[in-house]
């Protein structure tokens, strides 16, 4: 008994000998990367302090400090950065998809500020004022050389609030004056139409807050348009630089997850527990399994991918255009106690069969270039892409790196009429694969 007494003692002693160690040795390590970052923090304040005392010109503390944080996120990624006050709130409001305004797309030509085009339905569509117009004053304020952000800032506010502009036109002797009430401006992501009948379109520009809402909206006034049911669909991705996550999730729901197992969407992994996310369809009705072709092309980033590269692994679309942008990380935008924001990569998202598409993109399964083919020759895509930027993460595979397999098109016959001026060649391609594919189902159904 005595024994086992002195047995259970030695071993608890160890214990304690062993975890006073290993705690001394965690202590240690805290304590050098502590003292190396107060060593590292040390040696920016001297810089600071050396560079507002001998610059040639003096430097103003704010500007130092901003670029300072500038170039300690560029130097991570080319997607993390640091935003000012007013870029960081037109950002939240671009990504809402709506806010107080006029209802204006502007530009700035030659130093003038110029209608690009007035946005339907809204109180500058309502008042009369055409692309081309030149904005003179907004209220009482000049616009000759002012920026875009400022006369944004101007034509903003809050609902039932008034502004004035004074707009010279050509072919008008006097300046026109548009008094105008502010409205809630509702900017559209996407565009709809019937191709054929039967044949759907739906163009997504990028994934806003609103994107996965008209998207249902715009399905349903399609197959409205077409007798009730489609016979195939087109969505076009391209140039879609990404946005929202969850409204790409959205999109993509609508065709995926019919049974219990098999809906996983997109997954994130990152250095947090709470970067790792599943998105995993919802149960309940989806769309008809009518055929369906995804166009991409270099333009096509993040969030396009991820629908991309979901309905190319549950092999519900063609993918059709030319390789995608590869941007397989995941921005978290934090906003910082002074009213700046920080956006921050703290993740990285992969396809549901495990696929990084991190600096290398979406193949598409049938390769057809932006232009019709000259003499056989396919057209050079000269597109740049993630894995073209300084400081990109190389991809990785996920759980699986699947090759994908490339059909590439048969350039047109020589002689026949080129109408790529006229016509969006990848997208007649893309109607006749699905006019082809409804063709060879229906002569099935005959059978």
């Known amino acids: 008994m005595g024994r086992s007494r002195k047995i259970i003692l030695s071993l608890i002693l160890i214990i304690i000998i062993l975890a006073s160690a290993i705690i001394g040795i965690i202590n240690t390590r805290k304590s050098i990367t502590r003292t190396d970052d107060q060593d590292y923090i040390r040696l920016f304040v001297e810089v600071v302090a050396i560079v507002k005392k001998h610059y040639v010109e003096e430097v ?12 300690m996120l560029a130097s991570l990624d080319p997607h993390s950065e640091y935003l000012a006050a007013e870029p960081f709130k037109e950002m939240q409001v671009h990504m809402s998809g709506s806010f107080g305004g006029l209802g204006i797309e502007i530009n700035m030509l030659d130093g003038k500020l110029v209608v690009v085009s007035p946005i339907e339905d809204t109180p500058a569509f309502k008042a009369g004022i055409k692309p081309a117009d030149h904005i003179w004053k907004i209220d009482d304020k000049l616009t000759r050389g002012m920026n875009i952000s400022k006369a944004v800032s101007l034509m903003r506010g809050e609902k039932g609030t008034s502004v004035t502009l004074t707009i010279l036109r050509n072919g008008s002797s006097t300046p026109l004056i548009f008094p105008l009430v502010r409205d809630i401006i509702k900017t559209k992501s996407l565009k709809a139409k019937t191709l054929e009948p039967g044949f759907g379109y739906i163009g997504i520009a990028e994934f806003q807050a609103r994107t996965g809402e008209d998207f249902t909206n715009a399905l349903k006034k399609l197959r409205e348009e077409n007798g009730g049911t489609l016979r195939g669909l087109v969505l076009d991705l391209r140039f879609n630089p990404g946005g929202l996550v969850d409204s790409a999730f959205m999109v993509a729901d609508r065709f995926i997850g019919e049974g219990l197992s098999n809906g996983l969407i997109v997954y994130t992994e990152g250095r947090e527990p709470s970067a790792k996310r599943s998105w995993t369809a919802y149960v309940g009705e989806k769309e008809p399994r009518y055929p369906m072709v995804v ?4 333009g096509s980033a993040s969030a396009s991918e991820i629908v991309a590269g979901a309905l190319q692994d549950h092999k519900r679309a063609i993918i059709m255009g030319t390789q995608s942008f590869g941007k397989g990380s995941v921005q978290s935008v934090l906003p910082l106690k002074n009213g700046d924001g920080l956006k ?10 495990g696929r990084s598409i991190q600096a290398k993109g979406i ?12 003499n056989g020759e396919p057209d050079k895509d000269q597109a740049i892409r993630e894995k ?21 098109e048969k350039p047109a016959p020589r002689g026949a009429v080129d109408k790529s001026k006229k016509d969006d060649y990848q997208l007649s391609r893309a109607l006749d694969l699905l006019k082809g594919i409804d063709m060879l189902s229906q002569l099935k159904m005959k059978k």
Do not use: C, R
Request: aromatic content about 6%; proline content about 5%; overall charge positive.
């Open 60 to 71: 103003e503390s704010k500007k130092l400090m901003q670029n300072a944080v500038k170039g």
């Open 295 to 298: 166009l991409i092309n270099g």
């Open 344 to 353: 921050l990569t703290t993740a990285k998202y992969y396809t549901p069969n």
């Open 363 to 374: 193949t598409p399964d049938i390769v057809v270039s932006m232009m019709k083919p000259k």
């Open 388 to 408: 073209d930027l300084e400081n990109h993460f190389e991809g990785k595979g996920g759980a699986t790196e699947q090759k994908q397999e490339q059909k590439q």
